[in-house]
């Protein structure tokens, strides 16, 4: 990926942090509606959207090396949308059919109602938590003893998942179902944009696959989350724009306190 040179001209000379800012590329699926759309108009950007990091499902050859088979669990944990619809691809794939007694149990709301897609929704049957696994401590206390369960997960594993699990003795099998890659970024080897922003580690990764001499240089860089700053920080490259904070607890709006002083003169 090109970046700006620090040499570039623009049309009023400002603090290296703040230099005006044209274009900027956000590291995920462009959605329907953003308040981005929004900063794109009133600052005149042009905001261009690309996944840096994508979805595989794991092939049943490579599911089957496993030795297990879904219906030989009478629960299933689901941690996310991906979670569930690469469990119900392999069992289609492998011609399993899952028992109408089987016990599903979902860390949120929003992951039981994509449930509902796959199966015959029964609330005995389905156990929604709010936002982590720790919500579901009562359920699984009541079943653990005789119920085995099956977590399908991704290549970089579900660590808060299966720490509670095993920490509560919860007979468990976590596999492997589909992984999170590097999307193919290589037709932007010869763009420039004014600032990347990056909601995941993964994104930092990614970006380092596509452009393994990538160069700061001029480039600002907003990150989401302590996580992916760290990431950013360990990579040798300067976070420019972080969220969430006080004053910007969204992304949107750290890029508009920061448009504020680097557009400012527009």
Known sequence: M???????????????????IQSILVSQPKPERSPYFDLEQKWKLKIDWRPFIQVEG????????????P?????????SKNAIEHFFRLCEEMRVKMSAET????????????????ILYRKR?????????????NYFMRHKEKENFLLPCSNLGAK??????????????????????????????DVTYDVLVFFSPL????????FPEFKQNDTRIAVFGNSTKLAVEKAGLKVNI?????ESPSMSMALENYLQKSNKAL
């Open 203 to 210: 994104g930092i990764t990614s970006l380092f696959e596509n």
């Open 242 to 246: 972080c969220a969430p904070s006080p």
């Open 125 to 137: 049957k389905v156990f929604v938590g709010t936002r982590a696994i720790d919500d579901l401590h």
């Open 103 to 118: 016990k599903y149990y979902c860390i949120t709301e929003a992951i039981a109602n994509y449930l509902q897609k796959f």
């Open 58 to 69: 794991v092939t049943e050859k490579e599911f089957r090396r496993n030795r297990i088979r």
């Open 2 to 20: 090109a970046t700006r040179s620090s040499t570039a001209p623009s049309k009023t000379r400002k603090p290296e942090s703040y230099k005006e």
């Open 160 to 189: 808060d998942v299966v720490a509670y699990l095993k920490k509560n003795k919860i007979n468990f099998k976590d596999v492997m179902m589909y992984k999170t890659v590097a999307s193919d970024l290589s037709d932007l080897s």
């Open 71 to 79: 219906d030989e669990f009478s629960a299933i944990i689901f941690t």
